[in-house]
Nanobody, 119 residues
Framework: QVQLVESGGGLVQPGGSLRLSCAASTTIFRLYGMGWYRQAPGKQRELVAIISSDGMTTYADSVKGRFTISRDNAKKTVALQMNSLNPEDTAVYYC?????????????WGQGTQVTVSS
């Protein structure tokens, strides 16, 4: 079982920035693909950004050029730097860890951190 603990959420004004961080408990963090997802009220959870075990990144179109995902394998953390935030970015943000084992898929979620963009 992998524990994921997010931090860094909060209230920010439109145009502002926030940095989310997620700490993982696993000793084989480097083998996991890591991602950030978000869920706004009344909407389905959606992909924000993912970073593979070898550092390849993918972003949702809505955040390209504004958000940056990064990982630190030594610290077992993944971060999401969010710039130029707008009210549509308001959601609960979840950290995710995935990897494929020999016989099963491993898929873990954090508890989520609230991001509110409002003036």
């Amino acid at each position: 079982q992998v524990q994921l603990v997010e931090s860094g959420g909060g209230l920010v004004q439109p145009g502002g920035s926030l940095r989310l961080s997620c700490a993982a408990s696993t000793t084989i963090f480097r083998l996991y693909g890591m991602g950030w997802y978000r869920q706004a009220p009344g909407k389905q959870r959606e992909l924000v950004a993912i970073i593979s075990s070898d550092g390849m990144t993918t972003y949702a179109d809505s955040v390209k050029g504004r958000f940056t995902i990064s990982r630190d394998n030594a610290k077992k953390t993944v971060a999401l730097q969010m710039n130029s935030l707008n009210p549509e970015d308001t959601a609960v943000y979840y950290c995710n860890a995935k990897r494929s084992g020999l016989r099963m898929e491993y898929d873990y979620w954090g508890q989520g951190t609230q991001v509110t963009v409002s003036s």
